[in-house]
């Protein structure tokens, strides 16, 4: 099951500078454990100390915050395109 | 909207429109045209809360300068409000906004703080502080945390909705601030716990999120997210195409985060979201007048154009 994750800039230096990477995983805790397994860095910018994810990274799911979805819990299927953003404000 | 003895009193009361060309089939989208503010944009109801509640704390007198970081229709709209009453104001903005927000700021005599392209919105809160934090003789509203920026749509954006559209079932915004969802929501959902309230989140170039490490991310601590039921993100693509539909199929001439959420709001218009039959209010923040030079509305290839977008802060 392969899922493609978009990276931001400031997270490449865990992912030899790759901008997008290809996981796999049930669910976005499930991928986020198969990314850390090759890019170590990424478990600690993806989640907090709670093992939450990071309140100042958006991670989306086709274009879903999945804060909204199921959270850590949200479950993911073969294609689907997830995308991770800093937080960024506007006004 | 009868006459107004000033500016201020010219704040809100927008009219709201119906998109039949653009609506999905089974589904009414009604489009808020905050651009009709006396400024231009929805800020305005903003600063008016902003620069009346300090001045009921007695935080301003004549004279009093003013300093808010913005992307730009903030301190448009203070700078409005802060004339007539003789505030001098002071503008912290990220270099990579607009070139009419610039030239707006500086006929209205304001002094303008750029801070980094790199940093986008959050280098020009960070730069805002750090000025506000050495003078103590500066006021900062700050619409980023200041209750009276969701106040000022729980009193007025979403009371107006309610009353144009009051079988309402969902509201559809950008998120900038987060003050006009969280206000708007707030108030939609205690009339109707049942209406939905979904977020346009922009999603700019990588040149705008820049090499910033993430632990500097900003969220607003206005943002309630308790009030929103979905979050969906738009590319500067996508919110280009919509935004030129817009003109081309409604003649509707609006900013480019109106195209962000008029995507999201097509987007939500199916069953599994919302009932057939719902009627969805779309919030238009602003004209599309600042953002001609930026290329938004010329002939010529979407891509390219979009491109070129990617990199200007249109929230």
Redesign the interface.
Known sequence: MAIQVRV????RKHTDGEKAVSGEGGTVRELVDDLASRYPGLRD?LLGQDGQL?????T?VN???V??LGGIETPLADGDQV?I??????? | MPRAIDVSQAVGDTPLVGLPSLSPPGYSLWLKLEGLNPTGSIKDRVAKYLVESAERAGRLHPGSRIIEPTSGNTGIALAAICAPKGYKLTCVMPENTSAERRTLLAAYGVDIVFSPASEGSNGSVRLARELAGADPDLYMPFQYGNPANPRAHYETTGPEILRDLPGVAAVVSGLGTGGTLTGVGRRLKEHDPAIRVFAAEPEYGELVYGLRNLDEGFVPPVLDQAVLDSRIKVDSRRALVATRELVAREGIFAGVSTGAALAVAIRVCQPRRLPEGSQVAVISPDAGWKYLSTGAYDPGDVDTIADDLSTTLWA
């Open positions: 931001p800039t400031v997270l910018a990071n309140r100042y990274v958006q989306y274009d879903e915050d804060r909204f995308s953003l800093p937080a960024v404000a506007g006004g």
